[in-house]
C-alpha cells in the first residue's frame, strides 16, 4: 500500500457525529431524497430501509421519491419520511424539478431496472441537479451504458459507489484485472471523471483521484441483499447536512461496517439480514461517540510494510476493548491477524481476565487459539 493511502480511524470520524446544540430543528439537518424502485423490483422494506438508513444517518427529512405503480407496495411502509410519487413513464422536467426541489443529497438507481427512460431521467438529472448526488445499483448500470462526459459537466457533487462488477461495466476493465489493483482503477477513474469513488469490498475504497481513503470495517454477515443500499441510505443521510467530502463518505462506510459488526454479533454473520444493519446504527454512533482513542496501538510489518494494525482501549482493569483492526487485503492471511493478537496478548502480559473483540480478526485468532482464548475469558 502506498504511503498516502489514509486507514480511516474512529479518531478521524469521531468529529463528524458529536453532539447536537438543543436549539436544533429538522431545517438544520437537510433534507435527502432516496429514488428507486421499479414495477418488477417494488422492494418496499428495502426502500422504507433506506429511508430509514438515511434519518438514521442523522438528516432532518427523508423524501422518498418512486413511480406510481409501487406506490401501493411502499407507502404502508412510510411512516418518518415523505413521500413523492411519479408517473411510471416519460418524467417531464417539471416533475423532475418539483422532485428535487430543495434536496440537499440525492440516492438514486437502487431497484431501478432496466428502462430506456432511465437514461433520459439520469441526464437529467446530472445536467439540473446540483447537491450531492449518490448514484448506486441500478443508476450506476444505466451511467454505464451513457457517455461519462456528462460526470465532468454536472453541477452536482457526485459519489459513485459501485461493487466491483458494478466498476468493470463502468471502466470496461475487466474484474480480474481490477481486483490486482482496485486502488489504482478506482483512483485514475475518480480523477478523470471528477468525482468520488466508493468502491466497496473487504476493504472499502473512496477517492477522488488525488487521495485515497481505506475503510477496513464490517461483517462477512453483510454480504446480503442490501447491504448496499443500506448504505447508500446512510450516505444519503449523512451528506445531506454534512460536507462533500472523502471523510464524509468514509465515515458512512465506517458507521454502516460498524453496524453491520454489531448486527452480526447479535444474530451471527449467517443469520443477519441487511435491516438489521439499520437497527444497529444507534448503538454505532454512541460506541464512535464514546470510543477513548489513545496511543495503545500494535503494527505488524512484512517486507517493510505496514499489512496490519489492532487497536485497543481499556475499558476498566479487567477488560480490553479491541476497537479497530486492519488487516491489508494484499497480505490477508491468517498469519497476520495471528500474530497481531499473539503480540498484543505478549504485550499485554496477559494479565487481563478479559478482552472483548469488535474486528472479525480478532475473535477468529482467538477461537484458532483456544489456549489464549482460556486465559483471558
Known amino acids: 500500500m502506498a504511503a498516502d493511502n489514509f486507514h480511516v480511524t474512529i479518531e478521524a470520524i469521531k468529529p463528524l457525529f458529536s453532539k447536537r446544540d438543543k436549539e436544533s430543528h429538522k431545517g438544520n439537518f437537510g433534507i435527502a431524497g432516496i429514488w428507486g424502485g421499479s414495477k418488477n423490483y417494488s422492494g418496499s422494506i428495502k ?9 438514521r444517518g442523522g438528516c432532518g427529512v427523508v423524501r422518498v421519491i418512486i413511480p406510481e405503480a409501487i406506490a401501493p407496495f411502499v407507502a404502508p411502509s412510510i411512516l418518518e419520511q ?13 416533475q423532475l424539478t418539483e422532485a428535487c426541489d430543495r434536496l440537499t443529497s440525492l440516492a438514486i438507481g437502487m431497484g431501478w431496472g432496466k ?5 433520459v431521467t439520469l441526464t437529467s438529472i446530472l445536467a439540473t441537479y446540483q447537491g450531492n448526488l449518490i448514484i448506486d ?13 456528462i460526470l465532468k459537466t454536472s453541477q452536482a457533487h457526485i459519489v459513485l459507489t459501485p461493487h466491483v462488477k458494478e466498476f468493470s461495466r463502468l471502466t470496461g476493465v475487466e474484474v480480474a484485472t481490477i481486483l490486482a489493483d482496485p486502488i489504482s482503477y478506482a483512483k485514475a477513474f475518480a480523477k478523470e471523471y471528477e468525482v468520488i469513488v466508493l468502491l466497496k ?3 472499502t475504497i473512496v477517492t477522488d483521484g488525488n487521495q485515497v481513503y481505506l475503510v477496513d470495517r464490517g461483517s462477512p454477515g453483510m454480504a446480503t441483499a442490501g447491504s448496499g443500499d443500506v448504505l447508500s441510505g446512510i450516505l444519503s443521510g449523512m451528506l445531506a447536512y454534512q460536507s462533500y467530502s ?10 454502516a461496517g460498524i453496524a453491520g459488526e454489531l448486527a452480526a454479533e ?24 464514546t470510543c477513548e482513542v489513545n496511543e495503545n496501538k500494535l503494527v505488524y510489518e512484512y517486507e517493510g510494510k505496514r499489512v496490519g494494525e489492532v487497536c485497543y482501549r481499556y475499558i476498566d482493569d479487567n477488560i480490553i476493548d479491541i476497537y479497530h483492526t486492519y488487516v491489508d487485503p494484499l497480505y490477508r492471511g491468517h498469519h497476520i491477524a495471528a500474530n497481531l493478537m499473539q503480540g498484543l496478548f505478549e504485550q499485554l502480559k496477559l494479565n487481563q481476565q478479559q478482552a472483548t473483540a469488535s474486528c472479525q480478526y480478532a475473535k477468529a485468532w482467538m477461537q484458532k487459539h483456544p489456549e489464549y482464548q482460556e486465559q483471558i475469558k
Open 47 to 55: 426502500l422504507a430501509t433506506l429511508g430509514a438508513g438515511a434519518l
Open 82 to 94: 415523505t413521500l413523492y410519487i411519479l408517473p411510471d413513464q416519460t418524467i417531464s422536467l417539471e
Open 115 to 119: 428502462k430506456e427512460e432511465n437514461r
Open 137 to 149: 445499483a441500478d443508476g450506476l448500470n444505466t451511467l454505464a451504458t451513457m457517455d461519462l462526459a
Open 201 to 203: 469490498g473487504a476493504t
Open 246 to 255: 472523502l471523510l464524509t463518505v468514509s465515515a458512512a462506510a465506517m458507521l
Open 266 to 289: 447479535k444474530h451471527t454473520d449467517i443469520a443477519m439480514i441487511a435491516s438489521d444493519t439499520v437497527a444497529e446504527i444507534p448503538d454505532a454512533i454512541a460506541f464512535i461517540r
